[in-house]
């Protein structure tokens, strides 16, 4: 943790210096598939959107790298299968855990020249979650209910890398748009329960044991965003 605190300071240090010159800014939005590993174990995919504002540094020299830092409201989760008379249906049920993230990052340009420019980015992540879905469970499924996460255990806090790619093309001089995607794997846990015993059994037949329950978020966006570029120019 205290590496990925050192990695968004500097990079944040690094982006204020060079927004006091040119930059870039905008919007970014479009569809997330969000994935969960509950102890080792893969859940199904969860469908979901996000959105986020972005500023970037901007250097006239086009091969250069840039700085980029992010704020944005995302969907993490995973979906689970739910009975649907003969059928199984997975079609956006499932957890969901709604977090403000703050990413920090590097930019880099491939050495491509053509309408599209393409590029490579990598950064660290730092989320909150704002809220979940979980006590909908509770409320709808109340027999299967205390198999599934509750609120208690959310971690509020956690922390992650994103790496991506993508391109972008001018509109005009001032003006341009970008299509990238983005996979977002989390080095913390999301939500972490220890074992629960002396837990009633819905189903009858006595107590039970609840084992102990890590879950960790991966992410995979497709963003579609608009550049707007800020410049300043210097006179003698």
């Known amino acids: 943790m205290r590496y990925i605190i050192i990695t968004l300071l500097s990079i944040v240090s690094l982006t204020s210096t060079s927004a006091q010159g040119s930059f870039l800014f905008g919007p970014k939005a479009g569809p997330t598939l969000a994935f969960q590993e509950w102890n080792s174990f893969d859940r199904q995919v969860l469908r979901d959107w996000h959105i986020a504002a972005f500023i970037e540094s901007y250097n006239e020299d086009e091969d250069s790298g840039s700085f980029i830092a992010q704020l944005g409201y995302h969907t993490?989760?995973?979906a689970i299968r739910v009975t649907n008379g003969f059928t199984f249906n997975t079609n956006n049920v499932g957890f969901k855990f709604n977090n403000a993230s703050l990413l920090l990052g590097v930019k880099r340009p491939l050495?491509?020249?053509?309408?599209?420019?393409?590029?490579y980015m990598i950064g660290a992540r730092l989320e909150y979650t704002l809220k979940t879905n979980l006590n909908d469970f509770t409320e709808e499924f109340n027999a299967g209910s205390i198999f599934y996460p509750i609120e208690a255990y959310v971690n509020k806090i956690n922390y992650g890398l994103s790496m991506g790619a993508g391109a972008r093309f001018s509109i005009s001089e001032f003006v341009g748009g970008f299509v990238d995607i983005t996979i977002s794997p989390d080095l913390s846990y999301q939500y972490q329960q220890p074992a629960l015993g002396n837990v009633i059994n819905p189903n009858g037949g006595g107590n039970i044991t609840i084992g102990e329950?890590?879950?960790r978020n991966m992410t995979l966006e497709i963003s579609f965003g608009v550049n707007l570029l800020r410049k300043v120019i210097y006179e003698d």
């Open 111 to 119: 050495p491509i020249k053509g309408k599209w420019t393409p590029y």
């Open 76 to 78: 993490r989760g995973s």
């Open 213 to 215: 329950r890590q879950i």
